[in-house]
């Protein structure tokens, strides 16, 4: 009983560890109870049993086993912590609990996991279970087996992940027990309910009995699809959902028998197979075999090839020397069986790969289509089945230019098969696959073949149309087979209606199907601001009506053929025409048309004109009118006003009547004619206008521009280019033919009359508005002069938009049901705009010569190849998509170790973009995706060169093919820093303008939040960036979801940052407006437009160009003169307005606007403020952003062309600074960005006003505790930065303050990467300040501060040490020394490895600056830092300590610690420095100076080299050191949970390898970072209102709980050092001391704790280290102002000390202790102790003297050996008299007695004072340490 009592007064979490298995059971029982009371998930009361669960499951004893099965089971069940315990706890349920005999256990075991699956951890379970299945016992294997078929029958197959247990499935079958292999079977059956065949190709090589057995059990499966039985936390939606659907069922049968059908499991088995590597397979002479002459050898090779490729799913890898080898057999091999053997391997390499062949589709395909010549039909179906397998690894579109090559082909073989071939196809595609642009050309070649003389030819042509139709519907295929007779078209209907799409429903090829699903569909999104964008007209509604996919699109064009626009009317006779005018027109008008007096004939046009406009357009005779306008004397009237009114009627008719394009032929000649005369002209351009809009601008242009240039009137000429410049503005470009136009304007341009050449290149600038920069390559042929104009012509319209269409709109939506035929023609126009060049096919002439010269191993030839490719390109300049071998050759190059080769690599490909155009979609995986490689160059201009060849490209090709297969995924996966970077950047930019992005995108997602985590800051900060642009496209579920399958660490951060990008999260990008149907074409190509340009400049700019330009000038000069005239109109009131302005406030505070921006930068809404220079449109920008945040006339002066107007503002801001803070800071980024304009200025005056202006901001913001945000600080300090290295140096001094003052605004650790990034400036002036700045925030910070981590940091900084500039190297140097002083030798390890004269100067200069130190500073803890400085030479740069002293302002204390706590900075530590009180302390401190030599000079091969150690290599693979390093320097993080995490990690390498020599090394290390993370816990996170109480008492419970620890291990507590122990004792007393600590709830807990911890520091260390450390406090807390309530503990503290010296005197180092004492006493000798304001100080000298006197005896003096000047020591003196007193002659045991009964120092406070006591609490109060 005794025993018991003691176990069951203990709280319960420590009953469920006892070793009595009697009080475990007691706690497990009452622990479920617990379990069971509390409701809240988010219990604290979770926390305590959080390290306890595992315990619960692995218990020893079976009765007590029971009871935590069931308490472990309640607590998963509730607590929200669970989830972290789920790894830990399965592996004990699966090693300890399914191996009992008992089945209630087994059952609790298998709930347990069961129900860590409700809760979100599923992987973690089937992990652990699967590993279960390789126990040797077969109990757990059962266990397992069952736990995992139970989970799959509940949770159902998207939960729980089915290829793995598919891969365990026939080791299971293997085994020798009967109970596993039943089980096996039972989960084989289970697995078949979820996805059916799927399963049968993976066990089709066990046993022939079990699989028959299996056979027969999955006959018996129910045909339904199954429903999952339970559901996760998260998907309690979808269980509602479900039980509805229930009640319904139950309500209604018809329901419950229909439903399952609709969601019949469909399962990839390609995708539960696990891939298999072939290549490295192959027989080493494989490649030589295939090309050996005897056919046999060719054949082994191809049988060795066809036994690999039988593997169902293959690895990716580089395929391309395969496939050319398959490809050369199919091509060139006369023996039909090696060809048939070929296709076969090709078709299975296909069907291996999938999406990974895709980029070899288009070199085999041309291959297939040619060799369909032959005639076996043995040959032609192998062919078949490869040509096929390869189509489904790729797109329709992507082929088709391959397929349609060959239709023309004279042998009818292969124009039958390829027929077939795109018939097959065709069935396969979704009805979004086939856009417009692909069916037109396919079925217009299949038409050619509808009349061929074969009738196999025939048939396979009338299948592909009947399988277009079927597809895309009749509405889009008919207008197309208007020329078919009706016995064609009903064939081809009627086998239309006979076939069956298999892209939709199921038949043989279903799985083909459905796997082509998601790559077609992405095929018929529009890729962004491409040129091709029309496709888009295969969009949503073509899916959800597939039969009829035109709608109403489809609708205009069947009616196309009946729009008046394209009537032909029969040309009418004389008569006839004068008959039907006579019906209509006054007789009176038609005698006196041909009058001889022209009043007459004025008068008979008038009446003409009056009775058109009253005619019904019905009825309108139009043809008639206008050839009456041609009765004598016609259109050779002389009179003008006649003239003029001919030309009005024939405009008149065109609008009114139904114009056909034989009226407007009888009238075009006459109009063009008179179109350059001056008094008709305008009349003239009217009618020709009106003919445009009734039979479309297309061909009414056309016949114009054709007829004046037949003309030789070059005013004709030139006025009629002037208005069809005018006209394609106002009908916009669709239709229009360019090519025709091309060769007119290029006629235009060589004729000799300026004004034709001056109105022809005005046209080319209309046209550049719509087809942007590949017009100018129709004229590169030109003469220099000529180019120059169009180029400053195309400059002027650069970055405008083309204007709203406004004519040939109205009239046919009004005529038409719907706007498809507009559509078709926005197409034409767009494909015009790509197909009109005619292209050059290249690839003869890339020989065999020039591709050898490329892969010759001299770099020189190599060179020439290069050369000789640009040539052939540069000459081609528009070429097809064959290109031959060149795509492999260039591909090699790109890895070439030349880099200027890579460089010239990248050139090529450019031009091949800009020549070869749409085409290059073909050679995007086996070109492009290099390209992408190249972007983890270590070059700069390389990494360039490669962003702007995918520029290049991408423009071409849109972004689509890019994204499609894993290729893109692959790329982000690999392990290259500057490779991350570059293509997260640029997938960033491109995706944020794409409107859909295929389905692919989602494999990117794995490889980004690997990005998230990365070591380089600049990566994370990329893929931060990325993320939002990613979830935009892909949805915020499927991004969570990807995220659930990480390890629970990378999980919690990744989520959380998937939260913050929900939040900014941008729209997508609209489609493009209809007005502009070219305009995605001209974005695709010209440069991004300006911000402030409109519509309206566009059309203003062109019409300056004009001919009669008397008529448009005047309407911009009234715009400028209302906008910017009407200020300067009246002088007087506006400079009084402008008066009465400046009395108001500077800055308007807008609520939420600054939010508003920092949302729009973040979603790249508005342009990043970063430039190497400020653009206009960086200036626009900060404008408009500026407008309603300041006054207006402030604004006026801000951005005014004067520089003294500039400092006329900032003087206004200076004054009004500080009256109007609020506003400032709601502006603060505005105001930033606008004097980071200014730095660029080379106006001194303004440059430093713009200085004093920064440095009194942020006094302010100081004073305000504001703190910058990201935002702010990235588009300022950089700019800041590079006027560091500014040659003036008072700029120099005014921004080295600025920077002092900008750590009180903005973290030091976020500032050192800007430096660190100002030190790779080209100006050695900007590196020098860098360094030093860096190493001022060293100084103040410590290694912390260094990012991303220091040993990345301290090797750039090494780097400058070899620099050539004398002030670079002295500032790096002197960088290195600070961390040296504060890191001490570990900074060897940190820097790397040096050449040896780096070495030599930097040990030098270490050695220098320790001599340096002043001798008769008092000894400071860590006082290195303030010790060492750099030469005098440099004294503006010396660190700048005392600078930084003025600079910095001091903290304000809270008013509660003034009388009660030590200041943090009292004791001046590595980690921490008050500079208040430096300067205070040491008025008139002077600065050591070193001695400076010219190192440059000196021979170093000459000198003596001294015996140096040699320094280990630094390894860059991750080591024990490093990884230890890193954990220990988490401890010391902001984060609470990340030092919780490291101080987890801490105690387990204290349990693991306490003895270890890397552990015994790392104990300073270990207690500094705990020590700083005091010391932020005291200053920081105690006043941080967002983190709680109970995380505080948490986070001290474990920071001292670990530090007890490693006391506890006497090997690590001796390698402790009196300078640790010094700064940990005081962090120690100051947590005791701190008011804020005992209010906390378990307050006086953590306070028994820090007294358990000094109990040990008395006891564990080194006792003279110990004294030493206490000794030194003593002398800094008397020196200083702190409380006297500290200074009392630390000298309580060397009573207790002084207490246990009889029991260690004999290990103390007293040499040590006495040298401690001697510099106290130097600094306070017993005359300065007696002036103290008690004696307390001078008690506890003399005690420690006395004892030690006493102890000793007259031996004492033998040990003052370490002090240097003895004589002059008043130690010695003190020493020798206390020696003689009678105390040092007392009995030792007397005097021990003496000792043990002395009271404490009077004034010292004991337990019942206010202080706490410093006394060890007894052992059984319970130590909490939930958080570790």
Not at 206 to 235: C, D, H, M, Y
Not at 1331 to 1349: A, D, R
Not at 1717 to 1732: E, G, S
Request: neutral net charge; charged residues 25%; aromatic residues 6%.
């Amino acid at each position: 009983m005794g025993d018991d009592s003691e176990w069951m007064k203990l709280p319960v979490d420590q009953k469920c560890e006892h070793k009595v298995w009697k009080a475990r059971l007691t706690g497990y029982e009452e622990a479920l109870k617990l379990f069971q009371r509390i409701d809240d998930e988010k219990s604290p009361e979770w926390g305590k049993f959080l390290g306890l669960i595992k315990k619960f499951v692995t218990e020893s004893n079976a009765v007590a086993q029971l009871k935590g099965l069931e308490a472990a089971l309640a607590f998963i069940a509730k607590a929200h912590i669970a989830t972290r315990t789920a790894g830990e706890v399965v592996s004990g349920v699966v090693s300890k609990v399914f191996n009992q005999p008992k089945a209630r256990a087994k059952e609790l075991g298998s709930d347990i996991c069961l129900t860590y699956i409700e809760i979100e951890k599923a992987d973690a379970v089937q992990e652990e279970l699967i590993k279960g299945l390789d126990n040797k016992n077969p109990k757990i294997v059962l266990a397992c087996v069952e736990t995992i078929r139970r989970a799959l029958s509940e949770f159902g197959s998207k939960t729980v992940t089915l290829k793995p247990l598919v891969k365990v499935l026939p080791k299971l079958f293997e085994s020798r027990e009967k109970a596993v292999r039943d089980e096996a079977k039972l989960l084989a059956v289970e697995v078949y309910r979820w996805i059916r065949d799927a399963l049968r190709p993976s066990l089709q090589n066990i046993n022939t009995v079990q699989l028959k057995e299996l056979e027969e059990e999955w006959a018996k499966v129910p045909p339904g699809a199954p429903r999952q039985a339970r559901f996760l936390r998260s998907q309690q939606d979808l269980r509602t959902k479900f039980e509805q659907q229930q009640q319904q069922q139950a309500a209604s049968e018809a329901e419950s028998t229909d439903e399952p059908e609709e969601s019949a499991p469909q399962v990839d088995p390609y995708e539960l197979l696990d891939p298999v590597e072939i290549l490295a397979k192959l027989p080493k002479d494989f490649y030589e075999k295939i090309e050996a002459k005897k056919w046999q050898e060719r054949k082994e090779a191809l049988d060795a090839l066809e036994a690999l490729t039988k593997n169902p799913k293959l690895e990716a890898g580089d395929y391309g020397d395969l496939v050319r080898a398959l490809k050369k057999v199919i091509g060139k091999d006369t023996n039909v069986m090696l060809v048939s053997l070929a296709s076969k391997c090709l078709a299975a390499l296909a069907s291996g790969l999938r999406k990974k062949f895709g980029m070899y589709a288009g070199q085999v395909v041309p291959t297939i289509l040619e060799k369909f010549k032959e005639k076996k039909a043995q040959v032609v179906q192998a062919l078949q089945e490869a040509i096929d397998a390869v189509f489904l690894t790729t797109t329709l579109q992507s082929l088709s230019e391959d397929v349609l090559a060959v239709m023309d082909n004279k042998n009818p073989s292969i124009k039958q098969q390829a027929s077939l071939f795109l018939a097959r196809s065709i069935r396969l595609c979704l009805p979004s696959a086939l856009p417009k642009s692909l069916v037109k050309p396919i079925c217009t070649a299949a038409l050619k073949q509808v009349n061929d003389s074969s009738p196999e030819v025939r048939d396979a042509a009338f299948e592909v149309l009947a399988s277009a139709m079927k597809v895309v519907g009749e509405k889009a295929v008919n207008p197309l087979l208007a020329d078919l007779d009706k016995a064609k078209l009903d064939k081809i209907k009627e086998s239309a209606d006979k076939l069956e799409l298999t892209g939709k429903k199921g038949g043989t090829e279903k799985e083909k199907a459905s796997n082509l699903q998601p790559a077609q569909e992405a095929s018929a999104k529009p890729p962004g601001p491409h040129k091709q964008a029309p496709v888009k007209v295969a969009g949503p509604p073509k899916k959800t009506k597939p039969t009829n996919p035109g709608g109403k699109q489809d609708g205009g064009k069947s009616k196309k053929p009946a729009e008046t626009k394209n009537l032909v009317e029969t040309e009418l006779s004389m008569e006839a025409c004068e008959e039907k005018a006579a019906a209509v027109l006054p007789a009176l008008c038609v005698q006196q048309l041909d009058s001889a007096n022209w009043k007459e004939r004025l008068a008979s046009m008038e009446e003409f004109l009056k009775a058109v406009e009253q005619i019904d357009s019905s009825v309108m005779p139009c043809q008639a009118l206008v050839r009456m306008l041609a009765k004598k004397p016609g259109w050779k009237e002389t009179n003008f006003q006649v003239m003029q009114l001919k030309m009005q009627v024939v405009a008149a008719v065109a609008q009114g009547g139904q114009f056909s394009k034989t009226s407007a032929s009888a009238v075009l000649d006459a109009l063009v004619d008179k179109v350059g005369d001056v008094k008709c002209g305008a009349k003239a351009k009217d009618a020709l206008t009106a003919i445009g809009e009734a039979c479309s601008l297309p061909w009414t242009a056309e016949q114009v521009v054709s007829m004046a240039f037949t003309q030789k009137n070059p005013k004709n000429q030139a006025e009629t280019l002037s208005w069809l410049a005018n006209a394609i503005k106002e009908f916009g470009f669709a239709g229009i033919n360019v090519k025709a136009f091309i060769n007119h304007v290029k006629t235009a341009l060589a004729a000799t009359n300026p004004a034709v050449r001056t109105a022809a290149i005005c046209l080319l600038g209309v046209m550049y508005l719509y087809m942007g920069a590949p017009l100018r390559m129709f004229f590169e042929d030109g003469k220099a002069a000529l180019l120059s104009q169009i180029d400053a012509e195309f400059q002027k319209i650069q970055g405008q938009t083309p204007p709203a269409q406004t004519r040939g709109v109205k009239k046919r939506s009004e005529e038409q049901e719907n706007r498809g035929e507009v559509e078709e023609q926005e197409e034409a126009g767009s494909m015009d705009v790509v197909d009109l060049v005619p292209r050059t096919d290249i690839s003869a002439k890339i020989t065999v010569e020039m591709v050898s010269k490329l892969g010759d191993k001299n770099w020189k030839i190599r060179k020439e190849g290069l050369d000789e490719m640009a040539a052939v390109v540069s000459e081609a300049k528009f070429i097809k998509s064959t290109v031959g071998e060149l795509p492999t050759a260039l591909k090699a190059r790109l890895g070439d170790s030349n880099k200027i080769l890579v460089q010239q690599t990248l050139s090529i490909l450019q031009q091949l973009a800009t020549a070869m155009g749409p085409g290059l979609r073909l050679h995007i995986k086996t070109l492009g995706i290099p390209v992408i490689t190249v972007l983890g160059d270590g070059k700069n201009t390389v990494r360039a060169a490669a962003l702007a060849t995918l520029t290049a490209w991408v423009e071409q090709t849109g972004m689509k093919e890019w994204l499609e297969g894993e290729e893109l995924c692959e790329e982000l996966k690999k392990e290259n820093p500057l490779l991350r970077q570059e293509l997260l950047g640029w997938l960033t930019e491109r995706l944020s303008s794409l409107q859909a992005v295929p389905s692919d995108l989602q494999l990117c997602v794995t490889p980004l939040y690997a990005c998230l985590e990365d070591r380089n800051a600049d990566i994370r900060k990329k893929a931060q960036g990325a993320l939002p642009i990613f979830m935009t496209h892909l949805g915020f579920d499927k991004m969570n979801k990807a995220a659930a399958k990480l390890q629970p660490v990378s999980k919690d951060q990744v989520v959380a940052l998937l939260e913050k990008a929900r939040a900014i999260m941008p729209a997508k990008p609209t489609a493009p407006a209809k007005a502009a149907p070219a305009k995605a074409a001209a974005a695709a190509t010209a440069p991004p437009a300006k911000p402030p340009a409109a519509p309206k400049q566009a059309v203003a700019v062109t019409e300056s160009c004009e001919t009669t330009e008397e008529t448009y000038d005047a309407k911009p000069a009234k715009a400028g003169t209302q906008k910017g005239q009407a200020p300067t109109a009246k002088k007087p009131p506006a400079k009084a307005k402008a008066e009465e302005d400046k009395s108001g406030p500077l800055f308007v505070l807008v609520p939420n606007r600054k939010e508003l921006r920092i949302k729009e930068e973040k979603s790249l809404k508005v342009l990043k403020w970063n430039f190497a220079s400020p653009r206009d449109e960086y200036i626009e920008q900060l404008k408009t952003q500026m407008a309603p945040c300041v006054a207006k006339w402030l604004q006026e002066e801000l951005f005014h062309a004067d520089f003294q107007r500039h400092i006329k503002a900032i003087g206004a801001m200076i004054e009004n600074l500080n009256a109007e803070k609020d506003a400032v800071i709601s502006c603060l980024d505005l105001i930033l960005k606008w004097f980071t304009v200014r730095f660029f200025d080379t106006n001194t005056s303004v440059l430093m006003k713009c200085l004093e202006f920064v440095k009194l901001l942020f006094h302010m913001l100081s004073n305000q505790d504001y703190q910058l945000s990201d935002l702010e600080a990235n588009a300022f300090i950089p700019f800041l930065i590079l006027k560091m290295g500014e040659p003036k140096d008072g700029v120099r001094k005014d921004v080295r303050t600025i920077m002092g003052i900008l750590c009180k605004v903005y973290p030091a650790s976020k500032i050192f990467p800007f430096l660190m990034e100002g030190t790779k400036s080209k100006n050695s002036k900007q590196r020098a300040e860098c360094l030093e700045e860096l190493g001022c925030l060293v100084t103040l910070c410590g290694m912390s501060v260094c990012q991303p981590t220091a040993s990345k940091a301290m090797k750039e900084i090494a780097v400058h040490i070899g620099d050539r500039d004398t002030s670079v190297r002295n500032a790096a140097l002197n960088t290195i020394v600070v961390a040296y002083n504060v890191c001490g030798e570990q900074v060897y390890k940190l820097i790397g490895n040096l050449s040896e004269k780096d070495m030599s100067m930097l040990e030098e200069r270490i050695k220098r600056s320790s001599k340096a130190t002043a001798p008769a500073a008092p000894p400071q803890p860590n006082a290195s830092l303030l010790q060492k400085h750099p030469p005098a030479e440099h004294a503006p740069s010396k660190l700048r300590q005392l600078r930084a002293q003025k600079a910095l302002a001091a903290q304000p204390q809270q008013p509660q610690q003034k009388d009660h706590l030590p200041q943090p900075s009292v004791v001046k530590q590595e980690f921490s420095l008050d500079l208040d009180v430096v300067e205070t302390q040491f008025p008139d401190y002077e600065l050591p100076e070193l001695v400076e030599h010219d190192l440059d000079g000196l021979d170093f091969e000459s000198l003596p080299v001294p015996n140096t150690r040699r320094l280990p290599a630094f390894d860059l693979e991750p080591t024990p050191t490093t990884s230890l390093i890193l954990v220990i320097s988490n401890i010391a993080s902001s984060d609470p949970n990340t030092c919780r995490q490291a101080l987890a990690q801490m105690d387990e390498v204290f349990q693991k390898h306490s003895q270890s020599d890397l552990m015994v090394k790392s104990t300073n290390q270990f207690l500094i970072t705990s020590v700083m993370q005091l010391r932020l816990i005291h200053s920081t996170h105690m006043s941080n209102r967002s983190i709680s109480q109970d995380e505080i008492s948490n986070l001290y419970s474990c920071i001292i709980g670990s530090i007890i620890t490693m006391l506890d291990i006497d090997v690590l507590a001796r390698e402790v050092s009196s300078g640790v122990l010094k700064d940990l004792v005081d962090s120690m007393l100051t947590v005791m001391l701190d008011p804020r600590v005992q209010e906390l709830r378990n307050g006086q807990q953590i306070i028994s704790v820090v007294n358990i911890l000094l109990g040990r520091l008395f006891t564990k260390p080194e006792q003279a280290n110990l004294f030493s450390a206490l000794l030194s406090l003593l002398q800094d807390v008397l020196s200083s102002s702190v409380s006297s309530k500290f200074s009392e503990l630390v000298m309580k503290c060397l009573w207790r000390m002084i207490r246990y010296l009889p029991d260690t005197i004999g290990s103390l180092n007293l040499d040590r202790i006495l040298l401690e004492m001697h510099r106290f006493m130097k600094v306070f000798p017993r005359a300065r102790l007696n002036k103290l304001p008690d004696d307390l100080a001078l008690r506890t000298l003399r005690m420690l003297v006395y004892t030690l006197c006493r102890l000793t005896g007259p031996k004492i003096l033998d040990h003052l050996r370490l002090v240097e000047d003895r004589n002059e020591s008043e130690l010695e003196a003190y020493l020798k008299k206390v020696l003689q007193s009678p105390a040092a002659k007392m009995d030792l045991g007397t005097w021990k007695r003496s000792m043990q009964t002395a009271p404490p120092p009077p004034s010292c406070p004991t337990s019942s004072s206010r202080a706490p006591a410093l006394t060890e609490p007894r052992q059984s109060q319970p130590l909490t340490m939930d958080g570790c």
